[in-house]
């Protein structure tokens, strides 16, 4: 099964608008990380947010939230007020703690495209 | 800038062939994680080193393999390379073994194309 899923492999939206990103995900651990990362078209990776399966609040960084629904098992990226720049291809990751493996692993991405 | 550096950028070579990609952390960070990122497996761990010794392997093929240096700088060997090796390949590296919020970063990758 897929840890991480990603059901949008494309989205719009237009310039100063909001956007949300989806992501679920599947584990049995009582305690994990969620990251999302953002992959321009120059190809780096870039570190946007992390939700910590024991915060009770949702994550915010800027213009970046996470909507953490634990429940639901999904930690949707909401970004607020787009630009341009926010063009990219953005990845959903979780980190499994008692697991023996330390790795982010990684969804299938979702490229978002901002219209001006 | 995060701070990671993979070199070369770009690397074009024949099947068969063997190279080798490397990557220096994060001052002070102790972890490397190499990932593959291809347009039909997407982004694939490979290999984890901490401190110098191997941590967990991933979908790491046998004809590929890894170090981890004393200064922390790490190396990934592919050989008897094959069309299909032909993706972008992430060094990232982190503080300490992978600690819960423990984030990654990345290197700007080695585009390989295999011909």
């Known amino acids: 099964a897929q840890k991480i899923t990603q059901t949008q492999p494309g989205m719009f939206v237009q310039e100063k608008e909001a956007v949300t990103l989806d992501c679920t995900y599947d584990t049995s651990d009582q305690s994990y990380g969620l990251f999302w990362y953002k992959q321009p078209s120059s190809g780096e990776m870039i570190f946007l947010i992390y939700?910590?399966?024991?915060?009770?609040q949702n994550a915010t960084e800027g213009r970046y939230s996470l909507n953490f629904q634990k429940a639901r098992k999904s930690a949707n990226l909401v970004i607020s007020a787009s630009q341009l720049g926010d063009s990219a291809m953005y990845f959903c990751?979780?980190?499994?703690?008692?697991?023996?493996?330390?790795?982010?692993?990684f969804g299938s991405g979702t490229q978002l495209t901002v219209l001006p | 800038d995060s701070g990671v550096t993979q070199t070369p950028k770009h690397l074009i070579t024949a099947t068969g062939q063997r190279v080798t990609l490397r990557c220096s952390p994060r001052?002070?960070?102790?972890?490397v994680y190499w990932y593959q990122q291809s347009l039909d497996q997407g982004l694939q761990f490979l290999i984890h080193y901490y401190n110098g010794e191997e941590r967990a392997k991933g979908n790491i093929l046998e004809r590929f393999s890894a170090q981890q240096f004393p200064d922390l700088h790490s190396e990934l060997n592919l050989s008897s390379l094959e069309l299909g090796d032909s993706a972008l390949y992430f060094c990232?590296?982190?503080?300490?073994?992978?600690?819960?919020?423990?984030?990654?970063?990345f290197g700007s990758g080695t585009q390989l194309s295999v011909l």
């Open positions: 990751a979780m980190r499994e703690s008692f697991s023996s493996a330390r790795q982010l692993t």
């Open positions: 001052s002070g960070d102790l972890s």
């Open positions: 939700q910590g399966s024991y915060d009770e």
């Open positions: 990232a590296s982190s503080t300490r073994g992978g600690e819960e919020g423990e984030k990654l970063f």
